[in-house]
């Protein structure tokens, strides 16, 4: 079993800035990608931001320039940064995981509330 634990959730104001961490535990393999995903009241889940084993990036056209993916792979962690936050980005926030053998895990989720 495979256990992603997210934290860095909360509520910020409107342009402030948050970060989300999320780390693996448990039988832990090597991770091919790794993301984060948001899921806002009655939308569907979206990607947010994605990096690959070799570092390259992708980020949805509405974050870039604002949001920062990274991750560590020595210690399983992914982190996102997120700068300039407006109230539409308020959503669960879930990070994946994804193992060599095309597995996805998931996080429980934290919330994220953009709200002055």
């Known amino acids: 079993q495979v256990q992603l634990v997210e934290s860095g959730g909360g509520l910020v104001q409107p342009g402030g800035s948050l970060s989300l961490s999320c780390t693996a535990s448990?039988?832990?393999?090597?991770?091919?990608?790794m993301g984060w995903y948001r899921q806002a009241p009655g939308k569907q889940r979206e990607l947010v931001a994605a990096?690959?084993?070799?570092?390259?990036?992708n980020y949805a056209d509405s974050v870039k320039g604002r949001f920062t993916i990274s991750r560590d792979n020595a210690k399983n962690t992914v982190a996102l940064k997120m700068n300039s936050l407006k109230p539409e980005e308020t959503a669960v926030y879930y990070c994946k995981m994804r193992s060599w053998l095309d597995t996805d895990y998931w996080g429980q989720g934290t919330q994220v509330t953009v709200s002055s």
């Open positions: 448990g039988r832990i393999f090597t991770f091919n990608t």
């Open positions: 990096i690959f084993s070799r570092g390259a990036t």
